[in-house]
């Protein structure tokens, strides 16, 4: 290789040693900004254009001609225009969406009950309400024994058992059952034999009878503890037992509604003395008045003749009897009506009233006893309720057949 050839240059190869002089020169040779002097010159001639137009603009425009006072220590020369580019304000970035994990880092992860906030999450007053836990909906209650609730207090606002069994698609009416037809029967034969021996002897079953009734009428209608209620409607069945004993069967009728009249005058009175509001007053005096009048109404057994009471009562009981059997509804209640009238013929022919009329006597007292006890199914109740309304209802009931049709009999 001749000693002529060209190498390219290497800046990474070692250089010879150089006088400083030379050095400075050597690094004098590249001037990034001499390049821009000129460029600089000439931005400083346009610059001076720009100041005498600026100059101009300021001598004719609207400001100039009204006098304003220029600030102290401004001069109109030193006016600058910029030339270049400027930002547009019209132009509006597009944000790119957040990633998955900003995004799920975003909010705060539910809280369940039972569980404590996490460590990120904000404690205090502005912490997030506690989520519920999902409650599985509740068992279907068994339309029997087990389908009884504890009694409910007057003013609770709790979801009754009759509004559950009809969100559940279940019947909220619910017969008494064997048990209470069973008591029934009793409780009507031993009015049957308190009628053969005569009007003092049917006052033991008869007060018995009037009782149950006002305190069976009180809990149907959700009222409990009511004693207050049950004892004013109770003492208005004994004041009209009192005054039939009194005046006779001859004057039943005017005996029977006297002692209502006063009996609701006395309800009137006592629910204006109470302290309790308005709605629960009324509510009160109206099934306090109706107790009572059923009490009242439950005399009538004491009013009519001894015969018509017999027949009447085995009616009943022949009647509730074979409606607590398990039988289609429509059959079942058939073959009540049919075994109240054929035990009204039957216990006919043992007194002295007619064997037709006695039928019709027993089938109208059976009529009157299924809707009583249809009442004392009405609204999911409980079995204190079917121990009281669905053992009395039916008996009382049934005492106006008994006094009207047996007046006519007789």
């Known amino acids: ?36 002097q000129g460029q600089y010159s000439q931005g400083q001639g346009q610059y001076g254009q720009d100041q005498g137009q600026y100059a101009e603009g300021q001598a004719q425009g609207p400001y100039a001609q009204q ?69 599985a909906p509740p068992a279907p209650q068994a339309p029997a024994a087990e389908g009884y609730s504890a009694p409910t207090m007057g003013g609770n606002t709790r979801v009754t058992d009759a509004q559950r069994a009809r969100a559940e698609g279940r019947s909220p009416i619910i017969a008494p059952g064997i048990q209470p037809a069973a008591l029934t029967a009793v409780l009507a034969l031993l009015l049957a034999a308190g009628a053969a021996v005569g009007p003092f002897g049917l006052v033991v ?58 009996w609701v005058l006395i309800t009137l009175v006592l629910q204006l003395r109470s302290h309790a509001g308005a709605d629960e007053r009324m509510y009160g005096l109206m099934a306090t008045v109706a107790s009572a009048a059923l009490a009242v109404i439950a005399a009538g057994h004491l009013a009519a003749a001894d015969d018509a009471v017999v027949v009447g009562a085995i009616a009943v009981a022949a009647a509730v009897v074979v409606r607590a059997l398990p039988l289609p509804g ?20 043992m007194t002295d009233l007619p064997t037709a009329g006695s039928g019709l006597l027993g089938l109208a007292a059976g009529v009157l006893a299924l809707v009583g006890l249809r009442v004392a199914s009405y609204d999911y109740p409980s079995r204190f309720v079917h121990f009281t309304a669905g053992v009395a209802l039916p008996l009382t009931a049934a005492a106006p057949a008994v006094y009207l049709i047996g007046r006519v009999l007789v």
């Open 330 to 349: 429509a059959v079942s209640v058939a073959a009540a009506l049919l075994a109240a009238g054929f035990m009204g013929f039957v216990a006919g022919g």
């Open 67 to 135: 006098g304003y006072p220029q600030q102290p220590g401004h001069h109109q020369d030193a006016a600058q225009t910029w030339e270049g580019e400027t930002w547009d304000t019209t132009y509006q970035p597009v944000v790119p969406p957040l990633p998955a994990a900003a995004e799920e880092t975003a909010y705060l992860p539910p809280v369940t009950a039972g569980h404590p906030l996490p460590p990120e999450a904000p404690a205090g007053p502005y912490a997030p309400a506690p989520h519920p836990a999902p409650q």
């Open 1 to 36: 290789m001749s000693s002529d050839q060209q190498y390219p240059y290497d800046p990474y190869a070692p250089q010879p040693p150089q006088p400083p002089q030379q050095q400075y020169q050597a690094y004098d040779a590249y001037d990034p900004y001499a390049q821009n």
């Open 205 to 262: 079953p008869l007060v018995l009878l009037q009782a149950v009734t006002a305190a069976g009428w009180f809990r149907l209608n959700g009222m409990w503890p009511a004693r207050q209620g049950i004892a004013l409607a109770f003492a208005g069945g004994l004041t009209a037992d009192a005054v039939l004993l009194s005046v006779g069967r001859e004057n039943a009728p005017l005996a029977l509604l006297g002692t209502l009249g006063v």
